[in-house]
């Protein structure tokens, strides 16, 4: 089973829609979660770090569930812009340094 | 602008003809790192590094070498590159070891023939 996994996609969906990513990560004592975007062909760029709590930063919420051992990322309202790759990104509990990526969840945009 | 360079963007090699890609940030960054990227795989960490003359490996460093001797270079070595080190490579930095914002080069396209 692999450390962190994702649905690849792709996701199609029309502007405005929400659109809703899981990810599941293996080890239950992982500390650190994230949520990077991807362009095509470009280098991964924080999108935004996951807390227990939830966070949220304008059209884009995340959540974690530790019971479960999974996060998501909800994006309301999409864009063109949105069109990307989403990577899930775990630290390992022992080694913070240990960062953790899932393949990515494709998302398309359409007009 | 802050930001993390690496050389050269593009490769085309030879099995077996070493090489070096170079990386570079001019944030004064402690802590540095080197992936690869392969599709379905994701990105996987080869090597990092916590500060000068502090290095450790990652997820898959067999057929890499590194070395930190300043505090903004962080070169990755291929001694004898094979066909199943093509890959696309990225660099990062990020300021300490909680690596909330790590900061991404540009990517590196290797082909080893």
């Known amino acids: 089973r692999k450390e962190v996994e994702q649905d690849p996609g792709p996701f199609n969906v029309p502007e405005g829609a929400t659109v809703a990513f899981n990810c599941t990560y293996s080890?239950?004592?992982?500390?650190?979660f994230f949520w990077y975007r991807q362009d095509c062909r470009k280098e991964p760029k924080l999108l935004m770090s996951v807390y227990s709590s939830g966070n949220e930063d304008g059209r884009f919420t995340a959540q974690l569930n530790r019971a479960s051992q999974y996060i998501s990322l909800l994006i309301r309202d999409s864009k063109l812009s949105d069109s990307a790759t989403y990577l899930c990104v775990v630290t390992l509990p022992y080694n913070n340094n240990d960062m953790r990526f899932g393949a990515g969840t494709r998302l398309t945009v359409k007009p | 602008e802050a930001q993390v360079t690496q050389n050269p963007r593009y490769l085309i090699t030879v099995t077996g003809k070493k090489l070096t890609v170079t990386c570079s940030q001019n944030m004064n960054h402690e802590y540095m790192s080197w992936y690869r990227q392969d599709p379905g795989l994701g990105l996987r960490q080869i090597y990092y590094s916590m500060n000068v003359e502090v290095t450790d490996k990652g997820d898959v460093p067999e057929g890499y070498k590194v070395s930190r001797k300043e505090k903004r270079n962080f070169p990755l070595i291929l001694e004898s590159p094979s066909p199943n080190q093509t890959s696309l490579y990225f660099c990062a930095s990020a300021r300490g070891p909680l690596q909330e914002t790590q900061y991404f080069g540009p990517g590196t396209r290797l082909l080893v023939l």
């Open positions: 080890n239950s004592a992982s500390q650190s």
